[in-house]
């Protein structure tokens, strides 16, 4: 079989949808939606704070092994302000009403959240 061929196949093999059974939620891996409100807070201590209504889509934690630091990644997720407030880009913490502390980060209409692997 040629370079040509085999570089061509490649490119289709990583270029693949998802297919059914490849899907997270058929994979055991179970995502629930977390929705609710909360305070958003800025990092930096201003005493500013927003009340928002947010959705995040949370994955379980998994098993790891021996002690390292579980990796981490920037996930979407969506906030939007109780109020008519609009809410500037930066870093911020969101205290949810139901418990738990989030932290999350907005670029733009964009909003992301750090979610353990």
């Known amino acids: 079989m040629s ?11 990583l270029w693949k949808p998802l297919g059914y059974n490849e899907h997270p939620s058929y994979m055991g891996i179970e995502l629930h939606n977390r929705k609710g409100t909360g305070r958003l807070v800025p990092t930096m201590p201003t005493g500013v704070e927003y009340r928002v209504r947010y959705g995040i889509h ?5 098993n790891q092994h ?14 939007r302000s109780a109020t008519t407030h ?32």
Request: net charge positive.
């Open 3 to 13: 370079v040509a061929i085999q570089t061509q196949l490649l490119t289709v093999a």
């Open 58 to 62: 949370i994955a379980p934690p998994t």
């Open 66 to 79: 021996g002690r390292g630091v579980r990796p981490t990644r920037w996930a979407r997720c969506s906030v």
């Open 86 to 117: 609009r809410i500037p880009n930066g870093n911020y913490f969101l205290h949810a009403d139901e418990g738990g502390v989030f932290q999350l980060k907005s670029n733009g209409s964009v909003w992301h959240y750090l979610s353990a692997l």
